[in-house]
Protein backbone atom coordinates (compact mmCIF):
# COMPACT_ATOMS: atom_id res chain seq x y z
CA UNK A 1 0.00 0.00 0.00
CA UNK A 2 1.72 3.70 -1.46
CA UNK A 3 1.21 5.87 1.12
CA UNK A 4 3.23 8.76 3.33
CA UNK A 5 4.97 7.77 6.22
CA UNK A 6 2.74 10.50 8.53
CA UNK A 7 -0.64 8.20 6.96
CA UNK A 8 0.44 5.13 8.16
CA UNK A 9 2.42 6.45 11.17
CA UNK A 10 2.08 8.41 13.87
CA UNK A 11 4.76 11.26 13.87
CA UNK A 12 5.22 13.30 16.96
CA UNK A 13 1.95 11.86 18.41
CA UNK A 14 0.32 13.53 21.35
CA UNK A 15 0.66 13.28 25.21
CA UNK A 16 0.07 14.98 27.78
CA UNK A 17 2.37 15.72 30.70
CA UNK A 18 2.17 18.11 33.52
CA UNK A 19 4.92 20.78 33.68
CA UNK A 20 7.26 20.03 36.76
CA UNK A 21 6.29 16.66 37.03
CA UNK A 22 8.95 14.02 37.36
CA UNK A 23 9.45 11.73 34.75
CA UNK A 24 11.64 9.18 33.28
CA UNK A 25 13.92 11.17 30.96
CA UNK A 26 15.85 10.30 27.64
CA UNK A 27 19.08 12.38 27.01
CA UNK A 28 20.71 12.03 23.15
CA UNK A 29 23.71 10.93 24.86
CA UNK A 30 21.91 7.73 26.40
CA UNK A 31 21.30 7.07 22.91
CA UNK A 32 23.66 4.48 21.69
CA UNK A 33 24.64 4.62 17.60
CA UNK A 34 22.70 1.89 15.88
CA UNK A 35 21.38 0.45 19.33
CA UNK A 36 17.98 -1.11 19.14
CA UNK A 37 16.21 0.25 22.58
CA UNK A 38 16.93 2.75 25.13
CA UNK A 39 16.08 2.95 28.34
CA UNK A 40 15.75 6.01 31.28
CA UNK A 41 18.84 6.37 33.20
CA UNK A 42 17.26 8.96 35.51
CA UNK A 43 13.74 11.15 35.89
CA UNK A 44 13.53 14.93 36.00
CA UNK A 45 11.19 17.83 36.40
CA UNK A 46 9.46 18.26 32.94
CA UNK A 47 9.94 21.64 31.22
CA UNK A 48 9.56 21.02 27.60
CA UNK A 49 11.19 18.14 24.66
CA UNK A 50 9.96 15.18 23.03
CA UNK A 51 7.12 13.26 25.19
CA UNK A 52 6.73 9.11 24.11
CA UNK A 53 5.67 5.99 25.75
CA UNK A 54 6.67 2.59 26.52
CA UNK A 55 7.78 0.82 22.79
CA UNK A 56 7.92 4.15 20.80
CA UNK A 57 10.85 4.83 18.43
CA UNK A 58 13.20 7.93 18.81
CA UNK A 59 14.59 9.42 15.72
CA UNK A 60 17.31 11.88 16.61
CA UNK A 61 16.66 14.94 14.13
CA UNK A 62 19.94 16.56 14.62
CA UNK A 63 23.42 16.46 13.21
CA UNK A 64 25.80 14.55 13.41
CA UNK A 65 23.16 12.19 15.94
CA UNK A 66 20.90 11.36 13.32
CA UNK A 67 24.06 10.76 10.85
CA UNK A 68 25.62 8.13 13.20
CA UNK A 69 22.36 6.27 13.58
CA UNK A 70 21.04 7.24 17.09
CA UNK A 71 17.30 5.86 16.29
CA UNK A 72 15.96 3.42 19.09
CA UNK A 73 12.79 2.04 20.80
CA UNK A 74 12.02 3.97 24.17
CA UNK A 75 11.89 0.83 26.59
CA UNK A 76 10.28 1.65 30.24
CA UNK A 77 11.42 -0.03 33.44
CA UNK A 78 8.70 -2.69 34.83
CA UNK A 79 7.48 -0.07 37.21
CA UNK A 80 6.90 3.00 34.22
CA UNK A 81 5.35 0.72 31.65
CA UNK A 82 2.45 2.92 31.38
CA UNK A 83 3.84 6.28 32.55
CA UNK A 84 4.94 8.74 29.91
CA UNK A 85 8.66 10.11 29.48
CA UNK A 86 9.85 13.10 28.23
CA UNK A 87 13.83 13.62 26.53
CA UNK A 88 15.34 15.49 24.09
CA UNK A 89 13.95 18.57 21.95
CA UNK A 90 15.74 17.02 19.52
CA UNK A 91 13.72 14.05 18.83
CA UNK A 92 11.15 12.83 16.63
CA UNK A 93 8.62 10.20 17.89
CA UNK A 94 6.82 7.63 16.07
CA UNK A 95 4.54 5.38 17.28
CA UNK A 96 2.39 2.69 15.06
CA UNK A 97 -1.25 2.96 14.49
CA UNK A 98 -3.46 -0.22 15.88
CA UNK A 99 -4.76 -2.04 13.25
CA UNK A 100 -2.25 -0.76 10.64
CA UNK A 101 1.07 -0.03 11.74
CA UNK A 102 3.77 -1.43 13.84
CA UNK A 103 6.33 0.37 16.14
CA UNK A 104 8.90 -2.37 15.77
CA UNK A 105 8.40 -2.50 11.62
CA UNK A 106 8.80 1.54 12.22
CA UNK A 107 12.39 1.08 13.82
CA UNK A 108 13.83 -0.76 10.69
CA UNK A 109 12.18 1.03 8.30
CA UNK A 110 13.88 4.29 9.79
CA UNK A 111 17.33 2.09 9.43
CA UNK A 112 16.94 1.76 5.60
CA UNK A 113 19.17 3.84 3.22
CA UNK A 114 16.99 5.42 1.51
CA UNK A 115 15.03 6.61 4.48
CA UNK A 116 17.84 8.18 6.35
CA UNK A 117 19.07 9.78 3.06
CA UNK A 118 15.47 11.55 2.80
CA UNK A 119 16.37 12.64 6.04
CA UNK A 120 19.75 13.95 6.17
CA UNK A 121 19.21 15.32 2.47
CA UNK A 122 16.25 17.45 3.98
CA UNK A 123 17.95 18.88 7.49
CA UNK A 124 18.46 22.53 7.11
CA UNK A 125 20.15 24.93 9.54
CA UNK A 126 23.18 26.60 10.20
CA UNK A 127 26.85 24.53 10.04
CA UNK A 128 27.03 22.11 12.85
CA UNK A 129 23.41 22.82 14.16
CA UNK A 130 21.50 21.19 11.09
CA UNK A 131 18.32 19.21 11.78
CA UNK A 132 15.37 17.63 10.11
CA UNK A 133 11.82 19.09 10.52
CA UNK A 134 9.05 16.48 11.25
CA UNK A 135 7.41 17.17 8.13
CA UNK A 136 10.38 15.68 6.25
CA UNK A 137 9.68 12.45 7.85
CA UNK A 138 5.82 12.71 7.16
CA UNK A 139 5.80 13.27 3.54
CA UNK A 140 8.30 10.47 2.49
CA UNK A 141 6.69 7.49 0.73
CA UNK A 142 6.35 4.34 1.96
CA UNK A 143 4.60 1.31 0.79
CA UNK A 144 3.43 -0.49 3.52
CA UNK A 145 3.10 -4.09 3.81
CA UNK A 146 0.12 -5.89 5.95
CA UNK A 147 0.33 -5.62 9.24
CA UNK A 148 1.15 -9.76 9.54
CA UNK A 149 3.83 -9.13 7.12
CA UNK A 150 5.19 -6.04 8.95
CA UNK A 151 5.17 -8.44 12.53
CA UNK A 152 7.10 -11.44 10.48
CA UNK A 153 9.76 -8.92 9.38
CA UNK A 154 10.43 -6.99 12.73
CA UNK A 155 10.26 -10.75 14.22
CA UNK A 156 12.86 -12.01 11.76
CA UNK A 157 15.19 -8.92 12.39
CA UNK A 158 14.34 -8.65 15.77
CA UNK A 159 15.55 -12.54 16.46
CA UNK A 160 19.13 -10.95 15.27
CA UNK A 161 18.95 -8.06 17.93
CA UNK A 162 17.43 -9.87 20.45
CA UNK A 163 20.69 -11.90 20.61
CA UNK A 164 22.79 -9.00 19.95
CA UNK A 165 21.43 -7.32 23.44
CA UNK A 166 21.91 -11.06 24.58
CA UNK A 167 25.78 -10.85 24.28
CA UNK A 168 25.85 -7.22 25.55
CA UNK A 169 24.15 -8.73 28.68
CA UNK A 170 27.39 -11.49 28.61
CA UNK A 171 29.74 -8.59 28.13
CA UNK A 172 29.17 -5.62 30.82
CA UNK A 173 28.08 -8.71 33.67
CA UNK A 174 31.75 -10.38 32.37
CA UNK A 175 33.93 -7.10 32.61
CA UNK A 176 31.84 -6.39 36.06
CA UNK A 177 32.99 -9.21 37.41
CA UNK A 178 36.52 -8.97 36.20
CA UNK A 179 36.58 -5.72 37.41
CA UNK A 180 35.18 -7.00 40.95
CA UNK A 181 38.22 -9.14 41.16
CA UNK A 182 40.55 -6.50 40.49
CA UNK A 183 39.35 -4.39 43.46
CA UNK A 184 38.79 -7.43 45.58
CA UNK A 185 42.31 -9.30 45.21
CA UNK A 186 44.13 -5.90 45.02
CA UNK A 187 44.63 -5.38 48.85
CA UNK A 188 47.50 -7.94 49.96
CA UNK A 189 49.43 -7.64 46.23
CA UNK A 190 52.99 -6.27 46.40
CA UNK A 191 52.58 -2.97 44.17
CA UNK A 192 55.04 -2.80 40.99
CA UNK A 193 55.52 -0.78 38.26
CA UNK A 194 53.74 -1.58 34.92
CA UNK A 195 56.66 -2.00 33.17
CA UNK A 196 56.94 -5.39 35.19
CA UNK A 197 54.07 -6.61 33.86
CA UNK A 198 53.54 -6.33 30.74
CA UNK A 199 55.98 -4.63 27.33
CA UNK A 200 54.65 -1.20 25.54
CA UNK A 201 55.26 -2.58 21.96
CA UNK A 202 56.06 0.21 19.59
CA UNK A 203 56.38 -1.00 16.04
CA UNK A 204 55.36 1.24 13.84
CA UNK A 205 53.10 0.45 10.27
CA UNK A 206 53.74 2.69 7.30
CA UNK A 207 50.37 2.52 4.98
CA UNK A 208 52.92 4.04 1.93
CA UNK A 209 54.90 0.74 2.27
CA UNK A 210 51.96 -1.90 2.85
CA UNK A 211 51.29 -4.67 0.40
CA UNK A 212 47.59 -4.98 1.61
CA UNK A 213 44.64 -3.74 0.55
CA UNK A 214 43.06 -3.73 4.23
CA UNK A 215 43.50 -3.79 7.59
CA UNK A 216 42.04 -4.34 10.75
CA UNK A 217 42.11 -0.44 12.52
CA UNK A 218 41.49 -0.21 16.24
CA UNK A 219 40.88 3.26 16.52
CA UNK A 220 39.25 5.13 19.46
CA UNK A 221 36.33 6.21 17.26
CA UNK A 222 35.95 2.33 16.80
CA UNK A 223 35.85 1.65 20.10
CA UNK A 224 33.31 4.10 21.08
CA UNK A 225 31.30 2.40 18.62
CA UNK A 226 31.13 -0.62 20.11
CA UNK A 227 34.79 -2.03 20.45
CA UNK A 228 34.83 -3.54 17.14
CA UNK A 229 37.88 -2.71 14.58
CA UNK A 230 37.24 -0.82 11.52
CA UNK A 231 38.04 -2.62 7.98
CA UNK A 232 39.81 -0.15 7.18
CA UNK A 233 41.37 0.65 2.89
CA UNK A 234 44.94 1.05 2.82
CA UNK A 235 44.80 4.14 0.65
CA UNK A 236 42.54 5.91 3.26
CA UNK A 237 45.16 5.67 6.14
CA UNK A 238 46.87 9.23 6.07
CA UNK A 239 49.33 8.49 9.05
CA UNK A 240 51.45 5.75 10.70
CA UNK A 241 49.99 3.19 12.87
CA UNK A 242 51.14 1.07 15.69
CA UNK A 243 51.62 -2.28 14.36
CA UNK A 244 49.96 -5.04 16.75
CA UNK A 245 51.20 -8.73 15.88
CA UNK A 246 50.15 -10.74 19.04
CA UNK A 247 47.25 -10.58 21.24
CA UNK A 248 47.18 -7.35 23.71
CA UNK A 249 45.82 -4.46 25.85
CA UNK A 250 45.08 -1.12 24.26
CA UNK A 251 44.86 1.64 26.70
CA UNK A 252 43.89 5.21 25.15
CA UNK A 253 46.64 7.91 26.09
CA UNK A 254 44.26 10.68 25.35
CA UNK A 255 41.37 12.00 28.13
CA UNK A 256 42.02 9.25 30.25
CA UNK A 257 39.20 10.61 32.58
CA UNK A 258 37.16 8.87 29.83
CA UNK A 259 38.37 5.29 30.36
CA UNK A 260 39.00 3.81 26.94
CA UNK A 261 40.75 0.03 27.13
CA UNK A 262 40.36 -3.02 24.69
CA UNK A 263 40.97 -6.42 25.11
CA UNK A 264 42.42 -7.56 21.72
CA UNK A 265 42.75 -10.78 20.64
CA UNK A 266 44.32 -10.06 17.00
CA UNK A 267 43.32 -12.06 13.85
CA UNK A 268 46.19 -13.46 12.65
CA UNK A 269 44.90 -13.98 9.02
CA UNK A 270 44.76 -9.71 9.02
CA UNK A 271 46.91 -6.99 9.76
CA UNK A 272 46.21 -5.52 12.91
CA UNK A 273 46.93 -1.64 13.39
CA UNK A 274 46.09 0.92 16.32
CA UNK A 275 46.26 4.51 16.73
CA UNK A 276 49.10 5.61 18.44
CA UNK A 277 46.71 7.68 20.42
CA UNK A 278 46.52 3.91 22.75
CA UNK A 279 49.22 2.45 24.31
CA UNK A 280 49.87 -1.48 23.06
CA UNK A 281 50.83 -3.68 25.94
CA UNK A 282 51.66 -7.51 25.20
CA UNK A 283 52.89 -10.10 27.51
CA UNK A 284 54.62 -13.25 27.84
CA UNK A 285 51.50 -15.44 27.54
CA UNK A 286 47.97 -15.08 27.73
CA UNK A 287 47.89 -15.68 31.44
CA UNK A 288 50.35 -12.81 31.97
CA UNK A 289 48.09 -10.80 29.78
CA UNK A 290 45.22 -11.25 32.06
CA UNK A 291 47.12 -10.31 34.73
CA UNK A 292 48.00 -7.03 33.00
CA UNK A 293 44.44 -6.49 32.01
CA UNK A 294 43.54 -6.72 36.00
CA UNK A 295 46.49 -4.27 36.50
CA UNK A 296 45.25 -1.61 34.32
CA UNK A 297 41.20 -2.40 35.65
CA UNK A 298 42.78 -1.33 38.80
CA UNK A 299 41.51 1.70 40.84
CA UNK A 300 45.72 2.43 41.45
CA UNK A 301 46.08 2.63 37.69
CA UNK A 302 43.02 4.45 36.75
CA UNK A 303 43.35 6.93 39.25
CA UNK A 304 47.21 7.93 38.76
CA UNK A 305 46.26 8.02 34.78
CA UNK A 306 44.48 11.14 35.46
CA UNK A 307 46.86 12.72 37.64
CA UNK A 308 49.50 12.10 34.93
CA UNK A 309 47.77 13.71 32.06
CA UNK A 310 50.16 16.68 29.94
CA UNK A 311 48.96 19.28 27.80
CA UNK A 312 46.43 21.77 27.52
CA UNK A 313 43.08 21.27 28.58
CA UNK A 314 40.37 18.95 26.82
CA UNK A 315 41.22 16.79 23.93
CA UNK A 316 44.51 17.45 24.04
CA UNK A 317 45.66 15.75 27.16
CA UNK A 318 47.67 13.06 27.25
CA UNK A 319 49.33 10.10 29.10
CA UNK A 320 53.29 10.09 27.83
CA UNK A 321 54.29 6.41 26.97
CA UNK A 322 57.22 6.42 29.17
CA UNK A 323 55.05 7.91 32.03
CA UNK A 324 52.57 5.40 31.91
CA UNK A 325 54.59 2.32 32.26
CA UNK A 326 55.83 3.78 35.83
CA UNK A 327 52.63 3.89 37.17
CA UNK A 328 52.43 1.78 40.31
CA UNK A 329 49.98 -1.75 40.41
CA UNK A 330 49.13 -4.49 41.99
CA UNK A 331 50.76 -7.38 40.73
CA UNK A 332 48.05 -9.93 40.07
CA UNK A 333 51.00 -12.53 38.58
CA UNK A 334 50.96 -13.28 42.70
CA UNK A 335 47.24 -14.50 42.41
CA UNK A 336 46.40 -18.74 42.32
CA UNK A 337 46.29 -20.09 38.89
CA UNK A 338 43.07 -20.75 39.03
CA UNK A 339 41.82 -17.14 39.48
CA UNK A 340 43.96 -15.94 36.69
CA UNK A 341 42.25 -18.88 34.29
CA UNK A 342 39.01 -17.14 35.68
CA UNK A 343 39.69 -14.22 34.52
CA UNK A 344 41.29 -14.98 30.96
CA UNK A 345 38.15 -17.26 30.63
CA UNK A 346 35.93 -14.18 31.24
CA UNK A 347 38.19 -12.14 28.94
CA UNK A 348 37.68 -14.79 26.18
CA UNK A 349 33.73 -15.19 26.22
CA UNK A 350 33.93 -11.44 25.80
CA UNK A 351 35.78 -11.39 22.88
CA UNK A 352 33.72 -14.47 21.30
CA UNK A 353 30.12 -12.62 22.14
CA UNK A 354 31.60 -9.41 20.88
CA UNK A 355 32.66 -11.08 17.38
CA UNK A 356 29.26 -13.13 17.02
CA UNK A 357 27.56 -9.72 17.62
CA UNK A 358 29.52 -8.55 14.78
CA UNK A 359 28.84 -11.38 12.56
CA UNK A 360 24.75 -11.19 13.48
CA UNK A 361 24.87 -7.44 12.42
CA UNK A 362 26.32 -7.38 9.60
CA UNK A 363 23.91 -10.62 8.70
CA UNK A 364 20.77 -8.35 10.07
CA UNK A 365 22.20 -5.35 8.16
CA UNK A 366 22.28 -7.71 4.79
CA UNK A 367 18.33 -8.74 5.08
CA UNK A 368 17.05 -5.26 6.05
CA UNK A 369 17.03 -3.85 2.72
CA UNK A 370 16.19 -6.95 0.66
CA UNK A 371 13.24 -7.61 3.55
CA UNK A 372 11.82 -4.00 3.20
CA UNK A 373 11.81 -4.09 -0.75
CA UNK A 374 10.40 -7.42 -0.70
CA UNK A 375 13.04 -8.34 -2.58
CA UNK A 376 13.75 -11.62 -0.41
CA UNK A 377 10.60 -13.77 0.98
CA UNK A 378 10.52 -13.78 5.35
CA UNK A 379 10.58 -17.22 5.41
CA UNK A 380 13.95 -17.39 3.42
CA UNK A 381 15.02 -14.64 5.49
CA UNK A 382 14.16 -16.63 8.51
CA UNK A 383 15.86 -19.99 7.66
CA UNK A 384 19.12 -17.90 6.97
CA UNK A 385 18.53 -15.93 10.85
CA UNK A 386 17.93 -19.62 12.24
CA UNK A 387 21.08 -21.36 11.25
CA UNK A 388 22.83 -18.16 12.49
CA UNK A 389 21.70 -18.36 15.61
CA UNK A 390 21.91 -22.10 15.67
CA UNK A 391 25.40 -21.58 14.64
CA UNK A 392 26.73 -19.02 17.33
CA UNK A 393 24.78 -21.52 19.86
CA UNK A 394 26.70 -24.04 19.01
CA UNK A 395 30.46 -21.90 18.54
CA UNK A 396 29.42 -21.09 22.94
Known amino acids: MISTFGEVFEVDPKIKIAKNSDVPFIEMADIEPWARTVGSKRTKKFAGGSKFLDGDVLVARITPSLENGK??????????????????????????????????????????????????????????????????????????????????????????????????????????????????????????????????????WKPETSPDQTVQLFSLPAFDEGATPEQAAVASIKSNKTLMDRPGILVSRLNPRISRMWWVETDAARVNVCSPEFAYLTAGDMHGLACTWLAVRSPEFRGEMVDRVTGTSGSHQRVRPADLM?????????????????????????????????????????????????????????????????????SV
Do not use: W
Open 71 to 204: TSIYRASKSAKSAPAGGSTEFIVVRGIAGRSLSEFAYYLLRTADLRSHLIANMNGSSGRQRVQADALRNYVVDLPSIDEQRRIAGVLGALDDKIESNQAVITRAEQLIDEIAVQRATDLPMVALSEVCSLSKST
Open 326 to 394: TIGVPDYRSLAEHIQATVLTLLHLVSDRRRQSVALAELRDVLLPELMSGRMRVDEAGCLVSEALDEEVR
